[in-house]
Structure formats: structure tokens, C-alpha cells
């Protein structure tokens, strides 16, 4: 560090009474040799030239740190003193190259620009091509329309549960975001009560006027806004066969209620308790079977709460289908997945999924029958 600090002071001595044009042509130079030697630079040798440009940037002319913070935004292994420092400038013009680009800043640095700063730099932000969710977090809270469809936009960009309620509530009044979020993969099973709903607010609106029956209206929203807008590819439970999707739900042999439920889980009667939710959800045993080998829980939760199970037994199952107890983040997790997501909603989803299922099977043996013939 001592060579370091020397060779800042040799600088700080010659320029000390220098013309910024001469401070700009010797930091051109200096930044231009970094740029051409940086992928044989170790780390030592790179925190000189950090020190040496960050000295020169900061008694340069507003151009000229436009002009170093657009050479810099695209080096993966840059100046992260002297990008940093670029990044806080008041000047979103400076500031804009190495927000957008930059892969040296730290999630630290873009959250804290991303909290404190105006409007252009939350924009600069969104057009990053990766972002962590804590960076999405608070740009979908503070953001304009535009940043928040441009979030959405970007399957790269990762968004927590929060975000993704969020973009849900938004949607409700958004047209163009409503259309988007139904390409998003990670739209988890748990977030489509609220796409549900906001699909049927919007249509309530626009159809209030056609009759003057209200129950035959809700009935035509919740079927109309689950085929319209359900992606059943995140049910994940793959294309039920057409002897399982075409079932009737039985009385199990035995009567069933959530204690004895719990009881068949706590003794490792898997099968049995699986049964006994498949009848008290309406849904075909083999669905349920899918739902409980499937590596994640959001179809298992649908069917829980459309049996309207206690949140300890669909704990209890949670826990034999993960072979041992939950972590804190799964357990917390799937609480307020659980609490989030209304009994009705659950039951209108599972309806929706149970039938289309079975036109589908009736569809593929129909078309079976006509081959044969």
C-alpha cells in the first residue's frame, strides 16, 4: 500500500498546478493502458491503476467523467474504487454507463443507489441485465410503470415473493403487466389467486352492464379469468392419463376427517392421508399423488387449502414429503404461502385444473377411438 500511496503523491506533486486538460489527456492515457493490460493484471496491480484514476477523475470536467465512466462500464474486471465512485455521481449523465453495465459494483452499492437516488437512476438500474432481489425489491416499490414492465420483462432478473406480489397488485390496474407476468416461469402456483383476481376485477368493470344477474356473473369471471390467464404449465403436475384425469372422487373405505389425516401422516400412512385430502379437495387420487412427488410444494399447497386443511396437518405433509423438518426459510415460506392463498381461490383453481384435464383425456381418447375406425 505504501508503493501506492507514493505513487498517488508523484501524481498529486506533478499535476498539482496543472490545466484539467492536461489532468484529462494524462488520465486518457492512463485509463487507455489499464484497459489494453487489464486481463494480465492481477488484483495488486489493478487497485494501483484504481487509485491513480480515481485521483485524476475526481478534478476533471463533467465531459471527460462521461467519457471514463463509459470506457469502464463494460470491463469485467475494472477500477471498482473509481466505478464506484462514478456510480454515486449527483450527474445521472456520469452516473448512467456504470449503473447500466457495470458488472463491478456489489449489490450493497446498487441497493443503496436504488433507495436514496431520483427517478433516472432507478431507470439506469433497471436496464442492468442481472439484478438480485433485494436490488428488484425496492425498484418495484419505488419504480415508474415503465421500470416495473421492464422488471417484468426480464425473466433474468431475480424476484423474491415480495416482488412478485407486488407486480401482482399492480397488475390489477395494469393492462400490459398483466399480459407479461403470464410468461414469468418463476410465477409460483401461490401468486395466481392474485392474478385471478385481478383478471376478474378488470372484467367486472368492463361487463357490469351486461346483466343484471350477479351470481351469473361471478360464475362467468371465475371460469373466464382461470382459462384466460391460469399457465398451467406451473402446476407442474405433468398430463394426467386418461383413465386418472377421467376418476371420480370416491369415500375412501374408511371415515375420514383431518385428525385422522394427521394420524395416518404421524404413523407414515402416506398413501392413505393422500387419499383422504384427494376426497375432501373434489380432486382425482392420482393428482394428488403427482402433487406430493413433485420437488416443489406449490400444487400440494392448492390442494391443501381447497380441502381446507389446518395449517398443522399440511405441516405435517410438508415434512414427509421433504423426509425431515423444514428449514426456517422453507418453514416461513410456506406459512405465509399458506395464509396468502384463500380457501375459495384454491377450490376454483382445482376446479378449473380438474376439468380441463378431463376434456383434455376425453379429447385424446376421442381422437384414439377415430384412428382405430
Known amino acids: 500500500m505504501n508503493s501506492i500511496s507514493s505513487l498517488v503523491a508523484d501524481i498529486e506533486n506533478a499535476l498539482g498546478d496543472a490545466s ?4 484529462h489527456v494524462l488520465l486518457h492515457r492512463v485509463t487507455g493502458l489499464f484497459i489494453d493490460q487489464a486481463p494480465d ?20 470536467e463533467f465531459a471527460a467523467r462521461i467519457e471514463l465512466s463509459e470506457r469502464l462500464a463494460a470491463l469485467t474486471r475494472g477500477p471498482r474504487k473509481t466505478i464506484q465512485n462514478l456510480a454515486y455521481d449527483p450527474e445521472i449523465a456520469v452516473a448512467r454507463p456504470v449503473l447500466e453495465r457495470s458488472p463491478c459494483l456489489d449489490e450493497a452499492d446498487l441497493a443503496q443507489i436504488a433507495q436514496k437516488r431520483p427517478h433516472e437512476f432507478l431507470e439506469a438500474l433497471s436496464k442492468r441485465k442481472n439484478l438480485t432481489s433485494t436490488v428488484t425489491d425496492i425498484l418495484l416499490e419505488r419504480g415508474d410503470s415503465e421500470i416495473v414492465q421492464r422488471i417484468a420483462e426480464n425473466n433474468r432478473q431475480a424476484l423474491s415473493d415480495f416482488g412478485l406480489r407486488l407486480l401482482a397488485e399492480r397488475a390489477t390496474g395494469d393492462t400490459r403487466l398483466y399480459r407479461i407476468l403470464r410468461g414469468r416461469p418463476d410465477l409460483a402456483l401461490r401468486h395466481i389467486g392474485a392474478i385471478l383476481e385481478a383478471a376478474k376485477q378488470r372484467a367486472r368493470t368492463e361487463m357490469r352492464d351486461l346483466t343484471d344477474e350477479p351470481a351469473i356473473l361471478e360464475h362467468a369471471l371465475d371460469v373466464g379469468a382461470a382459462a384466460v390467464f391460469f399457465n398451467s404449465g406451473v402446476f407442474e403436475l405433468g398430463e394426467l392419463s386418461q383413465r386418472s384425469a377421467g376418476s371420480t372422487v370416491l369415500w375412501p373405505a374408511w371415515p375420514t376427517d383431518q385428525k385422522r389425516i394427521a394420524g395416518q401422516i404421524e404413523r407414515g400412512e402416506i398413501m392413505e392421508a393422500l387419499a383422504g385430502i384427494a376426497y375432501l379437495a373434489e380432486v382425482p387420487r392420482e393428482t ?6 413433485s420437488p416443489h410444494s406449490d400444487s400440494l399447497l392448492f390442494i391443501a387449502r381447497a380441502a381446507s386443511l389446518e395449517w398443522s396437518v399440511f405441516l405435517a405433509l410438508l415434512t414427509a414429503k421433504e423426509g425431515g423438518p423444514l428449514t426456517r426459510s422453507q418453514h416461513d415460506q410456506n406459512l405465509t404461502s399458506f395464509h396468502a392463498l384463500s380457501k375459495a381461490t384454491a377450490k376454483k383453481v382445482m376446479h378449473f385444473v380438474t376439468s380441463r384435464a378431463n376434456a383434455l383425456a376425453a379429447s385424446g381418447a376421442s381422437q384414439s377411438r377415430s384412428k382405430v375406425r
Not at 484539467?20 to 489532468?23: A, F, H, I, L, V
Not at 493484471?41 to 476533471?60: R, T, W
Open 20 to 23: 484539467g486538460e492536461r489532468r
Open 41 to 60: 493484471l492481477n488484483d495488486d496491480h489493478i487497485s494501483v491503476f484504481d487509485e491513480v484514476i480515481l485521483c485524476l477523475a475526481l478534478e476533471i
Open 288 to 293: 394428488i399423488e403427482q402433487a406430493f412427488a
